[in-house]
């Protein structure tokens, strides 16, 4: 019981409580169960990459391990055949965004960006020589530099050029895809950096507050299609904030806007924008919630795990329930060993999505022994790790 005291005001009477008063609320609900990390096991499966990653990376140990250590990513032999490929100016195949043949096992073809990519996901530090060479190209790319040259592969065919709008839409793809690997690679604090996040924040901030961000769709012939004004993140737009967590901080209001954008619900229409004269397939921009329920996990594992991540990164998956629901049947594919294994069937997890082949699989053999589970069962840690959860170590 709380004492009460009775206090006149005027003609009416007031009851004022005079003891403590103890607030009633509902207690905080339970932290969510650890997740058990199996290293013990991708130890003995594991390619060296996922190795290297999930000691330093998931378990957090590699300050007890002598400073060797660290040259573990490189005795990788995939990793080495990508870096010992890299042209004198610091490029791969004078190109950003290609990708080798799906039916080969090569990497006939691999573009720059990808490239890198694929180096720093295999645990290469940013100063190591393949790396440190390739920063002159990426850097340029943030600039608006107007060079033919500066599109790659995007160049037009000789004796021909691209609409201004095709050229500069072009040219947007690859400062967002450079800019997000430089910052991936440990360059945030970098102005360049800073300042084409900056620029692309602002571009989307602009976008989201407009009345066009909730039908940017316009009618051309029998189709619908992205108007030309239209301006979505990227997923490599998301890549380099999720990489910049100096950067979010500094611009709270921004992302705020920016995960409810991407909670909506994901239209329809196939991604095709309207630029210039030309209607162009656009599948790297995010239209909304790419993981909206289990169907688009089963869909493509790989790309899940990418977007999980992603939103782990930049501090969204746990305050999102329907991707903590999809992370959490990931964990719950697990056994009580801690190693994945699919849902469904026996099949290692393939993607056809070009954004995440740098990303999955870090592990290059095909059988069918156990290595087939070690990539995701490496990204569930990884990812558990990000959003703050307890890692158990097996």
């Not at 996922?50 to 391990?65: E, F, N």
Request: aromatic fraction near 8%; glycine fraction near 6%; include cysteine.
């Amino acid at each position: 019981l709380i004492d009460c005291q009775q206090v006149s005001r005027g003609h009416c009477e007031v009851t004022l409580p005079v003891g403590p008063m103890i607030p009633s609320f509902a207690p905080p609900p339970p932290p969510p169960a650890p997740v058990v990390f199996p290293l013990g096991w991708l130890l003995e499966h594991a390619t060296l990459p996922i190795q290297y990653r999930a000691i330093i990376d998931v378990a957090k140990i590699g300050d007890q391990l002598p400073a060797s250590y660290a040259n573990t990513p490189y005795f990788h032999k995939p990793a080495v055949e990508i870096a010992v490929r890299q042209s004198y100016d610091g490029t791969w195949n004078n190109a950003m965004l290609a990708l080798p043949s799906r039916s080969s096992a090569s990497i006939d073809g691999l573009g720059s960006i990808n490239a890198v990519r694929r180096l720093l996901e295999s645990g290469w530090d940013k100063d190591s020589p393949a790396l440190y060479q390739a920063r002159r190209p990426l850097f340029r790319l943030l600039a608006e530099d107007e060079d033919p040259a500066q599109l790659y592969e995007f160049q037009a065919k000789p004796g021909k050029s691209h609409e201004p709008e095709v050229a500069a839409h072009l040219r947007r793809l690859l400062r967002e895809a450079a800019g997000a690997t430089l910052a991936q690679a440990g360059f945030e604090s970098d102005p360049r950096v800073r300042g084409l996040a900056r620029r692309t924040l602002e571009r989307l901030t602009e976008y989201l507050a407009s009345p066009l961000a909730l039908k940017p769709w316009i009618r051309v012939g029998n189709q619908q299609v992205l108007a030309a004004e239209a301006s979505p993140p990227s997923l490599y737009a998301l890549q380099m904030l999720a990489y910049m967590p100096l950067f979010r901080n500094e611009h709270y209001t921004a992302m705020e806007a920016l995960y409810e954008y991407l909670t909506h619900p994901l239209p329809r229409q196939e991604a095709i924008q309207v630029v210039g004269k030309k209607m162009l397939p656009v599948p790297l921009l995010v239209l909304g919630d790419l993981l909206p329920h289990r169907n688009a996990v089963d869909a493509d594992i790989p790309m899940a795990l990418a977007w999980l991540e992603t939103m782990a990164r930049l501090n969204f998956l746990r305050r999102n329930e329907t991707w903590s629901k999809m992370y959490e049947r990931f964990v719950d594919d697990c056994g009580r060993d801690g190693v994945w294994h699919p849902h469904k069937g026996m099949a290692s997890p393939k993607t056809p999505n070009p954004f995440v082949w740098p990303f999955f699989p870090l592990e290059p053999h095909s059988s069918a022994g156990d290595e087939r589970w070690t990539d995701v069962t490496f990204r569930i840690g990884l990812i558990a790790r990000l959003s703050g959860r307890t890692v158990e170590l097996r």
